[in-house]
Structures are given as structure tokens and as C-alpha cells.
């Protein structure tokens, strides 16, 4: 057996993952050693193992739709390339890159764009996801650098949690505050978000503020500080920030926001007397169309208060991606340079020393939405996508769609063998996976832990470093790109990251330039800075004030996004518990789709009654830029007015299941990031005439009125389906074309399907008016072998055993317990609490994700014996 120390590639808790490899067979289980987790995982991280298949993997270069030869694919990339840049020169030429590539795949890229192609063009999807939160740093430090750890968060007396959803997107260190709360009951935890989420599980309050206003309620926490005459004013622009606050009154911030008076009051208080606060802060606040004005004015109320600097305290912005710090760090954004440096005359002129280069960019290149609307016109003929899926994941997805179809050279450089965004490649280059590629990425915390391969490289993938070197040598730039490992990129970026900093740029880490190859293998978790010596940057024990810290000035504006009598609601979107963004990893595997394996909207009860929308049913939810459908939750954790969905499915996975088609390219002046959480829509109720389940070995040739979800079946083909047109006799036909035996049952709307060949299961179809309540286990033990007693033939062709009680929707991904389960083990078993059920069902007992949802269950229960 071998045991490899490596990072989990999905959220930015970063947390370290052993993978052990005996024979063919891969298990993993939290690193004991590694800070960041001490041993814990959450489920996604758990399941790793399931996700290491080669189904569905690229792993040969495709250059127009052929699979060729890295030699040919090289040279085909480097000529076009080189076409286009000749003809139409560098800013021509972009590259969208991604915070799950490593930081030596960063680096390369950044270098070839930057320094030789010689265009700023090079964006990534941090641009979604984390660029207010660096212009806001950026503002008020003079450096982008993250003032937190995990163990000031542990160590708080107030925590507050604005627009983040930690208990389901960043589950180990929501574990890790739960205990700390478990250890010091004192501890409050705030959490500020339009939805009553799983993360207010721990809240002793949440603060369902109205969608996008969160600027208000800090900018009048500002005002109410000085008012208290608590307000350290030692900052450059301090004075302005408090003028901006005058009128900010509780009463003008309680109607902005939604709130009443007295949440904002406790709130404000709370703030004020708490000796330590710390506030975490993600998509809720960063993607906004003032995301960086939220930020500063977080920062700003951490500044004026003394909460920073001081163990417990700060302005902590989570990072999503396991190494979108890493991407910041190399300066992979198109508004920075490299290593922390900008696009000033002495960073030019020291980077183009340092690579040894006369072509360096000089001025910043596109960002993410501009860079597509460039491909669009036409002004940017050639991109290069690598580690992300755009055609999903960037707003008006419709719009990407068609850029990227006229554009004249798409290039991507991908793990999965098909995405939206591949769709449209002319050359794929398939891409090394996590437990195959070799390097390092950097957390939340500033934290830099290895990614280590232990699976050998599948078909011909190569690292994505190697790929871009090797195109960069197409190009003639061959000696600036000589590496033959990663270990010698790591060096590099080191080094330049220490070069002629002299204490300035905060991203110091040098001291690790000279590891050699073995130490690099062996490098233990670091946070950054790690210098020479000469740094002064010590974030560690304290912050520099050398009147570099700054408040920054902000007015609070509200949303773009309006509401108008067509578009009436306000559409938000985000995170699932177990799904990873656009599922090209985790949407194949079962495990992770049980707890939600449908795109869902959530809406108030009162929209609900009022648009006539009903729960489990289906609804249409449309834009003026597009259409998505869903299946409907009706549920008192949204406010009226305002619908949740998720932002992970797409054209893989659904017909009509992308919420960016939706979503309008509104982005922040300042960072450039979009208002992905807020859009005007509307609703209206979808009652198709059948609604049907499909598991099938083979693919099934299906009419294309038909609309479909995809789930995670293995080695079988399961669809969700429904239609206004029957499907029954076209189903028939096709399973007697291919020869099988047939079975029906049918009664009223419901008509059910097997079809059988040599005595095996071929395909089952289970449909009715509304969708039918089948047990997927039973299908798929079937599927495995065929039942024999006539019991459960029966069984298998209703759908279900009427002897076995349903389980219900899964709660427990860990071990596969449904809802309804649960309930009856609350109510007819009597289990009171999360404990008791844990004790029967081991519910919640692995990773915890699910406590939340366990414990709104028993509280459901006791409101309904309450009323009883
Ligand atoms: N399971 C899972 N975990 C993930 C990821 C994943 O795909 N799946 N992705 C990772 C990545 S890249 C990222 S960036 C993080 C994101 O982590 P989070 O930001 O925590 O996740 P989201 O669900 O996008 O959004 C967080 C919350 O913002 C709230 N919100 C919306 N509008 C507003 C508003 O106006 N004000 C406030 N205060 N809140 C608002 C939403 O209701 C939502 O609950 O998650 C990371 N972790
Ligand atoms: N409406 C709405 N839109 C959003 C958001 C939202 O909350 N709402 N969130 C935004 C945020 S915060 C983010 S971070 C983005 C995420 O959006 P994307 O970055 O588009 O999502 P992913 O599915 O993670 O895309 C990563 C791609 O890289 C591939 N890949 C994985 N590993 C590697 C590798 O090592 N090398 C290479 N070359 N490829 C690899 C995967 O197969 C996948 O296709 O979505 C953003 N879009
Ligand atoms: S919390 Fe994040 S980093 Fe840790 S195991 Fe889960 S997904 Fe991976
Ligand atoms: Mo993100």
C-alpha cells in the first residue's frame, strides 16, 4: 500500500487529503497532520475516490474533432496562434484561465501572455468569484493579502457571516466553528444572507437583509461606531468614509436593508461591545455590481473599530476555489502583473528584468466579461480556456455561446472529454486531474499545501504547465519556458516574488526559492509571507501601519438588477451541498447526487400562492435573456420576492437547467465582477402531460421535444423525463428494434416499462401524470441481477416495493438516509435529538454536513406536534 499527502481540489478551506493506493483500489481519508482540517472531510472530499474514473476523461489531443498527436496538436496551436498575433497582433490573443489550475500552471500561463505574447489579456474565473474581494484589499492595504486565519475565525467572540453559505460551501471550517462555539457557548455567530440557510443552523441571529444591500448596513455600522465614539480615525481617508456615512441613520439603514430597527440596533451593538469580531464574507458580497464598495466598507468597519490585526479579528474573505489564491498570487487577473506587482513603470521594468523579456504587456488586459464581449465582436480572434467552463459559468451564457462559436481559434485545455465550452473548441489539449498533476495550490488562509500525484498519467494527458510550455516553445519563446518539472516553475515564481522587494510587496516567499526538489516533494502546509529575511511583512504577529491602511469612501448603492412588472422577482443563485460548479467531477458520481439531484427554484409560500406555483411540481423561470426549468421548493427560508437556484447545471445535465442564461453581464465598475446574484425574473408554473423516470444500459434515441435532467447512474443511462407529447409507442418501437423482450403496466396516467434481453434488464421507464416516487436502489440492484421471485418482479415494475417503506429525498449523503426515514425515526421511534438519530440511523455522524438539515427535520416534527 501507498499513502500519498496531498490537497482536496474542490473549496478554498484547502483541506489535506491521504490517498492511499493498494493494487487498483483508491481510498482517502482526512490528513491528520494537515492544519487546515486536522483530519476532517467533508462529503465531497470523502468521495474523491469515486471521482478518479477515466469515463467521460479527455485524453488525447483533438485538433478540428480528430484525435491527433501532441506533436501535431502543438504545432497546429502554435501556428494559429502565431497567424493570429502576426496579423492582428497580441491583444488579439487571450487567455481565460482558472483558480483550479496549480500555481505553477498559473505561472506559466501568466508568463507566456503577459511577458512574451506581450498582451494583458490573460483573465481568469476569479474575475466571478473572488476580484471585488481583491480590489477591496487592494484599496484599503495597498496589497492584496487576506489578514485572517481559520484560527482567528475559532478564536472570535463574534462571528459574522455575510453572503456566505459556509455550511455548505466551505463545510470544514463551518465544523470547525460549530466546535469552537460547542467549546465557548459565549461565542455569537451573525449571519447575513436574503435566505435562512444551513449556515444560520448555529446563528443566534440571522439578518435576512434584502438582496443586494449589504453596503448600507456596514456603511451605517461605520456611523454608529463614531457615534459611539468608538472610531479610530488614524487612516488615510478616514474622514471622507465618515462623511459618506452622515445620514446613514439605523432608521435609513433598517428601510434600505429590510430589516427592522432593532435587528440593526442589536447588530450594531453587538458589534461594538465584542471584543473580537471577525466577519467572513463570499459570493454574497463579492458578486454584486458593487462587490468592492461592500467589501470596503467590511474593511472599513474592521479599521475604524481596532477588530484588526488582533488575534480573533479581520475582514476575512473565503476564497472558492482551492487555489484561487494561487492565481492572485502569480497575478493571473488581467489588472495585475505578477507576484503582487502592478502595471506601474517600476513593477514593468523589474518583471521584464527578471524574465528576461522586451515584449511585456504594459498596460492591464480584458476582464472576463469584456474579454468576452471582445470575442464576440470580434476584436479577440484566438482564446485559450484552461480549468473552467465559461459557456456555464459566465453570465448570459447564450451570448458566451455564440462568441465562442464565431470566435476563430478556441483552444481548451481540459480534464472532461465534453463541456459546454469544449463544445466549441477547434484544438483540445487533455489535461492532468487531481491525483495525477504535481504542484502547489494556496487557501483561504494563505496557506500553500502540495498537490501530489499518487495515479500515473491516464492516455496521453500532460500537465498543464508542460502544455503551455510547450506551446510558448512553438511560439519561439522555448528558453523562457525550459522547465523540466514543476519544481523549477515553483522556484521561479518564488524568486520572482522575492526580487528586489526590499519589504515591500507583500507577497514574500522567497524563502522557499532555493528548496531543493526533495524538500519541494516534501514542503509541509506554509502560510505566506515565507522570506529571505529582508521582509517586513510580518502578518503573522501584527500589521504594518506605516499609512499604507486606508478607508475607503463608499456611497451604498443598491442592486442593477431591477424588478419591474414583467420581471417581477429577484432571482438568486449559488451552491449546493454536494455538487462542485458545473459537475464535471462531481455530477458523476451517485453518492453526491442523492441530496439533490434536480436543478430546484426556491420560493417563499407567499410567491407560491401567488404565481399558482405548487411544490414538486415544475416552473419556468424566465429573463429577457433567457429560460431555465425547475423543479419547485416551496419553502419559508426565502423571502418574498426573491427565488433561489442553483448555479451548477448545464447542458451536460439538463435541457434548460443553466441559471447564466439568465443572468445579465451587469459587472462591478472597480473589479469587474458580475452581479451574478441578482436577476429579474419571472415564474409561471410548468405542468407537463407525463413526468417519467428512464434507466437504460444503452443510450436511448430520444424525440427532442422531450426535457430531460441527467443523474449519476453507474454504467447506466438515468434520465429524469417529462413531455407534452406521449413518448410510449416511440419508446416501444425503439426497445423492439433493438430486439428485447417487453413488459408494460399501465393504469390511468401511469405506464410503466422493462425490457429485458437474455434475461437481463436492458431499460425501465416508470412514468405518470406527476413524477413517480420510484426506489432507484431497487431499479439498479435489478439492473445488477435480475430479480427472480415473482414479488419482486412485481415490485421492480411498480417502481417500488410496496412491502419497504420509502426512504424519501437523501439527507445523509454518507450513508444514504432519506427524509422520510428520518422523520419516522423522530416520530414514531422517538428520537428528539440529532444525537438519538445519529445513535440509530448514523445519520450526520461522518462528515456532519447534513446536521443542519437534521435538525430543521426536528424542528418540523415538534412544530407539527405542536399543533397536533
Ligand atoms: N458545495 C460546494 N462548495 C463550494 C463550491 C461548489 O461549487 N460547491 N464552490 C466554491 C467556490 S468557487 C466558491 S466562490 C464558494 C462560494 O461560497 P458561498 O459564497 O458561501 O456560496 P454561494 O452559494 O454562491 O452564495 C452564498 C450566499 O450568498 C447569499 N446571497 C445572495 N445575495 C446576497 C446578498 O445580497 N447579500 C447577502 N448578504 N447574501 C446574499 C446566497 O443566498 C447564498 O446563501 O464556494 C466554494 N465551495
Ligand atoms: N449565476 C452564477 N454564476 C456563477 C456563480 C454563481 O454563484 N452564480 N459562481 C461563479 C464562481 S464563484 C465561480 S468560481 C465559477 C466557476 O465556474 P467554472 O470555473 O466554469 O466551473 P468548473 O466546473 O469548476 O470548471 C472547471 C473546468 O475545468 C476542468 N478541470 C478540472 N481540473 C482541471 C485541471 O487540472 N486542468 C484543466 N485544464 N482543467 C481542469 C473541469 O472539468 C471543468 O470543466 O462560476 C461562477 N458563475
Ligand atoms: S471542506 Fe472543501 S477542501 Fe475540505 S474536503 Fe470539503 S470540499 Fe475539500
Ligand atoms: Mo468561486
Known amino acids: 500500500?501507498?499513502?500519498?499527502?496531498?490537497?482536496?481540489?474542490?473549496?478554498?478551506?484547502?483541506?489535506?487529503?491521504?490517498?492511499?493506493?493498494?493494487?487498483?483500489?483508491?481510498?482517502?481519508?482526512?490528513?491528520?497532520?494537515?492544519?487546515?482540517?486536522?483530519?476532517?472531510?467533508?462529503?465531497?472530499?470523502?468521495?474523491?475516490?469515486?471521482?478518479?474514473?477515466?469515463?467521460?476523461?479527455?485524453?488525447?489531443?483533438?485538433?478540428?474533432?480528430?484525435?491527433?498527436?501532441w506533436p501535431q496538436a502543438l504545432t497546429a496551436a502554435g501556428e494559429r496562434l502565431r497567424a493570429i498575433i502576426d496579423a492582428y497582433g497580441p491583444q488579439a490573443v487571450a487567455f481565460y484561465a482558472s483558480g483550479?489550475?496549480?500555481?505553477?500552471?498559473?505561472?506559466?500561463?501568466?508568463?507566456?501572455?503577459?511577458?512574451?505574447?506581450?498582451?494583458?489579456?490573460?483573465?481568469?474565473?476569479?474575475?466571478?468569484?473572488?476580484?471585488?474581494?481583491?480590489t477591496g484589499y487592494k484599496r484599503a492595504f495597498g496589497a492584496d493579502v487576506v489578514p485572517c486565519s481559520y484560527e482567528d475565525v475559532e478564536r472570535s467572540d463574534l462571528v459574522i457571516l455575510v453572503g456566505s453559505n459556509a455550511a455548505w460551501a466551505h463545510p470544514v471550517l463551518y465544523q470547525r466553528l460549530v466546535q469552537a462555539k460547542q467549546r465557548r457557548p459565549q461565542m455569537k455567530v451573525v449571519v447575513i444572507d436574503p435566505r435562512r440557510t444551513a449556515t444560520c443552523?448555529?446563528?443566534?441571529?440571522?439578518?435576512?437583509?434584502?438582496?443586494?444591500?449589504?453596503?448600507?448596513?456596514?456603511?451605517?455600522?461605520?456611523?454608529?461606531?463614531?457615534?459611539?465614539?468608538?472610531?479610530?480615525?488614524?487612516?488615510?481617508?478616514?474622514?471622507?468614509?465618515?462623511?459618506?456615512a452622515e445620514g446613514w441613520t439605523v432608521a435609513r439603514v433598517a428601510a434600505f436593508c429590510g430589516l427592522s430597527e432593532g435587528e440593526v440596533q442589536a447588530f450594531y451593538a453587538q458589534?461594538?461591545?465584542?471584543?473580537?469580531?471577525?466577519?467572513?464574507?463570499?459570493?454574497?458580497?463579492n458578486q454584486s455590481s458593487s462587490g468592492s464598495d461592500k467589501c470596503n466598507a467590511i474593511i472599513n468597519v474592521h479599521l475604524a473599530s481596532g477588530q484588526f490585526g488582533r488575534e480573533g479579528c479581520g475582514p476575512f474573505s473565503l476564497t472558492g476555489q482551492p487555489n484561487a489564491m494561487g492565481g492572485r498570487e502569480v497575478g493571473g487577473l488581467a489588472t495585475m502583473l505578477a507576484a503582487h506587482m502592478n502595471f506601474e513603470p517600476a513593477d514593468l521594468a523589474r518583471v521584464a528584468r527578471f524574465w528576461g523579456t522586451e515584449r511585456l504587456a504594459q498596460t492591464p488586459g480584458l476582464m472576463a466579461v469584456d474579454l468576452f464581449t471582445a470575442i464576440g465582436r470580434g476584436d479577440v480572434k484566438a482564446v485559450w480556456i484552461m480549468g473552467t467552463n465559461p459557456a456555464v459559468s459566465l453570465p448570459d451564457s447564450?451570448?458566451?455561446?455564440?462568441?465562442?462559436?464565431?470566435?476563430?481559434?478556441?483552444?481548451?485545455?481540459e480534464v472532461a472529454a465534453e463541456t459546454d465550452t469544449s463544445h466549441y473548441a477547434d484544438i483540445r489539449f487533455p489535461a492532468l486531474a487531481w491525483g495525477e498533476k504535481n504542484g502547489t495550490v494556496t487557501n483561504s488562509e494563505r496557506r500553500i499545501s502540495r498537490q501530489r500525484p499518487f495515479l500515473p498519467p491516464p492516455g496521453e494527458a500532460r500537465a498543464d504547465w508542460w502544455i503551455i510550455a510547450q506551446v510558448a516553445g512553438k511560439l519561439g519563446f522555448a528558453e523562457a519556458?525550459?522547465?523540466?518539472?514543476?519544481?523549477?516553475?515553483?522556484?521561479?515564481?518564488?524568486?520572482?516574488?522575492?526580487?528586489?522587494?526590499?519589504?515591500?510587496?507583500?507577497?514574500?516567499?522567497?524563502?522557499?526559492?532555493?528548496?531543493?526538489?526533495?524538500?519541494?516533494?516534501?514542503?509541509?502546509?506554509v502560510r505566506w509571507p515565507v522570506s529571505r529575511g529582508e521582509g517586513k511583512w510580518d502578518l503573522h504577529r501584527g500589521w504594518r501601519t506605516d499609512g499604507r491602511l486606508r478607508m475607503v469612501p463608499v456611497t451604498p448603492q443598491t442592486m442593477q438588477a431591477r424588478s419591474e412588472p414583467l420581471y417581477p422577482l429577484i432571482l438568486n443563485s449559488g451552491r449546493v451541498r454536494d455538487q462542485w460548479h458545473t459537475m464535471t467531477r462531481t455530477g458523476s458520481v451517485p453518492l453526491l447526487m442523492q441530496h439533490i439531484a434536480q436543478p430546484m427554484v426556491e420560493i417563499s409560500p407567499q410567491d407560491a400562492a401567488h404565481y399558482t406555483i405548487?411544490?414538486?411540481?415544475?416552473?419556468?423561470?424566465?429573463?429577457?435573456?433567457?429560460?431555465?426549468?425547475?423543479?419547485v421548493a416551496v419553502s419559508d427560508t426565502q423571502r418574498p420576492g426573491s427565488l433561489f437556484t442553483p448555479m451548477h447545471w448545464n447542458d451536460g445535465f439538463a435541457r434548460q437547467g443553466k441559471v447564466n442564461n439568465l443572468v445579465a453581464p451587469t459587472v462591478d465598475p472597480h473589479s469587474g465582477q458580475p452581479e451574478s446574484k441578482q436577476t429579474a425574473v419571472r415564474i409561471a408554473p410548468w405542468q407537463p402531460l407525463w413526468q417519467g423516470e428512464l434507466l437504460s444500459r444503452a443510450p436511448v434515441m430520444l424525440p427532442r421535444h422531450l426535457h430531460w435532467w441527467r443523474k449519476a447512474a453507474p454504467g447506466l443511462h438515468h434520465l429524469t423525463?417529462?413531455?407534452?407529447?406521449?413518448?410510449?409507442?416511440?419508446?416501444?418501437?425503439?426497445?423492439?428494434?433493438?430486439?428485447?423482450q417487453i413488459q408494460v403496466a399501465s393504469l390511468g396516467d401511469t405506464w410503466h416499462l422493462l425490457a429485458w434481453h437474455d434475461g437481463r434488464l436492458m431499460l425501465g421507464f416508470w412514468s405518470s401524470r406527476t413524477l413517480p416516487d420510484v426506489d432507484v436502489s431497487l431499479i439498479l440492484r435489478a439492473f445488477d441481477e435480475a430479480p427472480q421471485a415473482l414479488a419482486e418482479r412485481h415490485a421492480l415494475l411498480g417502481g417500488r416495493d410496496l412491502a419497504r417503506p420509502a426512504v424519501g429525498k437523501i439527507v445523509c449523503s454518507c450513508f444514504s438516509v432519506g427524509e422520510k426515514t428520518i422523520v419516522d425515526a423522530i416520530e414514531r421511534q422517538g428520537c428528539a435529538t440529532t444525537e438519538a438519530l445519529g445513535e440509530r440511523l448514523k445519520c450526520g455522524t461522518n462528515c456532519g454536513s447534513c446536521l443542519p438539515e437534521l435538525k430543521a427535520l426536528l424542528a418540523c416534527a415538534e412544530r407539527r406536534a405542536a399543533i397536533l
Open 481 to 525: 519556458f525550459g522547465w523540466q518539472h514543476p519544481h523549477e516553475v515553483f522556484s521561479e515564481h518564488a524568486a520572482l516574488s522575492g526580487f528586489e522587494n526590499h519589504g515591500q510587496r507583500a507577497f514574500d516567499i522567497s524563502g522557499l526559492a532555493s528548496l531543493t526538489r526533495a524538500q519541494w516533494d516534501a514542503l509541509a502546509p
Open 721 to 740: 423525463l417529462c413531455g407534452e407529447r406521449l413518448i410510449q409507442s416511440a419508446l416501444l418501437a425503439w426497445c423492439q428494434r433493438q430486439g428485447w
Open 100 to 134: 483550479q489550475l496549480l500555481t505553477e500552471d498559473y505561472y506559466a500561463a501568466n508568463k507566456l501572455m503577459k511577458g512574451f505574447i506581450g498582451a494583458g489579456n490573460i483573465d481568469t474565473n476569479s474575475r466571478l468569484c473572488m476580484s471585488s474581494a481583491v
Open 398 to 413: 447564450h451570448a458566451v455561446s455564440q462568441a465562442l462559436a464565431a470566435c476563430p481559434l478556441v483552444i481548451v485545455s
Open 201 to 244: 443552523d448555529i446563528a443566534d441571529c440571522h439578518l435576512a437583509i434584502s438582496p443586494g444591500t449589504d453596503g448600507g448596513l456596514f456603511v451605517g455600522l461605520l456611523r454608529a461606531l463614531a457615534q459611539a465614539g468608538v472610531a479610530r480615525m488614524d487612516y488615510a481617508d478616514a474622514s471622507a468614509a465618515l462623511t459618506a
Open 1 to 69: 500500500m501507498r499513502e500519498t499527502k496531498t490537497t482536496c481540489p474542490y473549496c478554498g478551506v484547502g483541506c489535506g487529503v491521504v490517498a492511499r493506493v493498494e493494487g487498483s483500489v483508491v481510498s482517502v481519508e482526512g490528513d491528520a497532520t494537515h492544519p487546515a482540517n486536522a483530519g476532517r472531510l467533508c462529503v465531497k472530499g470523502a468521495s474523491l475516490a469515486q471521482t478518479i474514473g477515466l469515463e467521460g476523461r479527455l485524453l488525447y489531443p483533438q485538433l478540428d474533432g480528430q484525435a491527433v498527436s
Open 614 to 631: 405548487q411544490h414538486g411540481g415544475l416552473a419556468r423561470i424566465s429573463s429577457p435573456r433567457g429560460v431555465m426549468v425547475a423543479r
Open 271 to 285: 458589534f461594538i461591545a465584542a471584543p473580537r469580531a471577525i466577519t467572513l464574507y463570499t459570493m454574497g458580497i
